[in-house]
Nanobody, 122 residues
Framework: VQLTESGGGLVQAGGSLKLSCAASPRAFSSYTMGWFRQAPGKEREFVAGISKSGLSSDYADSAKGRFTISRDNLGNTVYLQMNSLKPEDTAVYYC????????????????WGQGTQVTVSS
């Protein structure tokens, strides 16, 4: 699976962005999908994950209530809707694919996109 993120950009605090991750069609629905982020000087952290079917999802505490992950298995795309953005959400956001049934740790993900920059101004 090859992954390509898009949708990042500059937004004011309180605003919204929707990230997209397009996957090559090779068995996309066989992968648990996740979004991670990495801010300058910090380690990469889990943001949200969604099961292969799309019926279940997990969120980091920082994302709960503000971010929503979804997927379109026919369109081979996973999304991250981000609302009420804060300056501390500024990071490079990565899409990742895991063959595991459930995955929230970066080591469980085998394929990664190149990342898309999200910058939230105060």
């Amino acid at each position: 699976v090859q992954l390509t993120e898009s949708g990042g950009g500059l937004v004011q605090a309180g605003g919204s962005l929707k990230l997209s991750c397009a996957a090559s069609p090779r068995a996309f629905s066989s992968y648990t999908m996740g979004w991670f982020r990495q801010a300058p000087g910090k380690e990469r952290e889990f943001v949200a994950g969604i099961s292969k079917s799309g019926l279940s999802s997990d969120y980091a505490d920082s994302a709960k209530g503000r971010f929503t992950i979804s997927r379109d298995n026919l369109g081979n795309t996973v999304y991250l809707q981000m609302n009420s953005l804060k300056p501390e959400d500024t990071a490079v956001y990565y899409c990742a694919a895991s063959p595991h049934f459930s995955a929230t740790m970066s080591a469980q993900f085998e394929m990664w996109g190149q990342g898309t920059q999200v910058t939230v101004s105060s």
